[in-house]
């Protein structure tokens, strides 16, 4: 029976630990192969995870280490994950005891794993994960009789004196994985979800492809959302209007057996408890068809007679009160003859064709002056990407980072501290002196 304590820790941990399913991995990346068959071909992929062992993401590339054409393959594990060794009869480290059938045992020393070859090692005619443990068992023996293998290494994390920087091994932060970040053409993980937005700066997508899975409010933070808008970064292959389940540690089943509604929280797949997150999304710069695929859309008086949703059919688009755009509540409902700006939800992202439409900032009167996002500042609520009269102006410098500047306004530089872009305090679209939900700004592309 597990006790408070630690189904306390496994809920207030449970953002950070969810493991991504096989199936899920497997369809997202059949469709960028079958966008681009030769996407992953002589890349060298990076796929920093608890453990390999217990990771999907390893087991599937290593899987098709020669169908995809792989230069390399590194992965990396952090010190021992919850689910450390659960899934496969398999301890690369630290046996000196031997372990029985159907047990296992916690690897004690993060490493990594860097694989150039994966080949038909037991010679039975097939190359499989079967293939990829047996070698890697080998290269432990190697390890064991004191010879050098140059395929497993103990990683030791951060060292330094004063512990400024001290990250622990495995860490993506540490300058042992740091170093194979700059060796690799994509970096293919699930990060920890309350790191989101440094592993995203950490991963630095203007130099190197990258695929994440994260929440959907990370669209709204001020780390990403320049990104999206200039290109560099945009939404995976999977709709985000499809659930995704993820295997959690056995303390978080627990919990969420105890204390949530199955169907909503979670779903029992195949006799196991997995959490399900309607929040998650994979976040990209590979590209995919999906978002090469045009919106089929009505003009604006079709809409007007004829939408399905009532908030539309009968009634002409609103107008901000504060923008020169109008209000398309649904991204079905924007009009294929519009040529102005227009506020959409954030859920456009999903079927944004950059072909088709951009994510553009509002004037400020005549004078030229955009209008951006504005940061908020003591906490994390969202509610629109439109900005105000009375924001603050972020804009990218020469050296791409990130500075913020105040816009005149009774705004002071204690409101640029916090996480996401924008926040109700501060203002945004408004219709009839009412301020809407969140919204992005669009506007048809100029062919």
């Known amino acids: 029976m ?28 059949n469709a960028y192969v079958e966008y681009n068959p030769n996407v992953f071909r002589n890349k060298t992929i990076l796929l920093p995870c ?64 860097d694989l150039t070859d994966v080949s038909d090692f037991d010679d039975n005619g097939q190359v499989n994960i079967t293939d990829v443990e047996q070698f890697l068992l080998y290269e432990k023996k ?38 194979l970040r700059d060796q690799s053409d994509i970096i293919i993980t699930n990060p920890p979800f309350s790191l989101f937005r440094e592993f995203m700066a ?15 409010n990370a669209i709204t933070y001020k780390e990403i ?12 292959a999977r709709s985000m209007n499809r659930d995704m389940y993820f295997n959690v540690p056995k303390e978080y089943q627990q919990w969420l057996v105890k204390n949530k509604k199955e169907g909503s929280a979670y779903k029992i797949i195949n006799n196991v408890v997995m959490a399900r997150l309607a929040s998650a999304c994979w976040f990209t710069n590979i ?29 002409e688009y609103a107008h901000y009160d504060n923008y020169d755009a109008i209000e398309v509540p649904f991204t079905d409902a924007i009009p294929s003859d519009y040529n102005g700006v227009m506020g959409v939800p ?61 816009v005149p306004g009774s705004h002071t530089q204690e409101s640029l501290s916090g996480g996401n872009i924008i926040e109700r305090p501060f203002g945004g679209a408004k219709i009839h002196g009412k301020e809407v939900y969140r919204r992005v700004s669009i506007r048809r592309r100029k062919k």
């Open 346 to 406: 954030i859920t456009f992202l999903d079927k944004y064709n950059p072909d088709q439409f951009e994510i553009v900032a509002f004037r400020k009167g005549e004078d030229g002056k955009d209008l951006v996002y504005s940061v908020t500042h003591t906490h994390t609520h969202t509610h629109t990407i439109l900005p105000s009269s009375c924001q603050v102006q972020i804009f990218q410098d020469s050296s791409k980072t990130l500075r913020a500047e105040l």
């Open 287 to 315: 590209d995919h068809g999906r978002r090469h695929q045009p919106l089929n859309l009505m003009t604006m008086a079709d809409n007007i007679k004829f939408s399905k949703h009532k908030q539309v059919r009968g009634h």
């Open 50 to 113: 608890d453990d390999p062992f217990e990771s999907n993401f390893f087991k599937f590339f290593a899987t098709h280490f020669n169908d995809y054409g792989l230069r390399r393959l590194i992965s990396t594990s952090y010190d021992p994950s919850p689910i450390v060794n659960t899934q496969l009869e398999l301890s690369l480290f630290d046996q000196k005891i031997p372990i029985k059938a159907g047990k296992t045992k916690k690897i004690s020393r993060a490493y990594k794993i």
């Open 202 to 216: 950490w991963v630095n997508p203007e130099f190197r492809k990258v695929l994440v899975i994260g929440n959907i």
């Open 225 to 236: 959302f320049p990104l999206i808008q200039e290109n560099q970064l945009w939404i995976g």
């Open 2 to 29: 597990v006790g408070t304590r630690a189904l306390n820790q496994a809920k207030k941990a449970k953002n950070d630990e969810f493991y991504t399913q096989w199936s899920d991995i497997e369809k997202e990346m």
């Open 142 to 179: 190697k390890l064991s009789r004191g010879e050098k293998s140059s395929v497993i290494a103990y990683l030791n994390g951060d060292r330094d004196s004063d512990e400024t920087h001290h990250f622990p091994a495995g860490d993506f932060r540490s300058s042992e994985v740091t170093r």
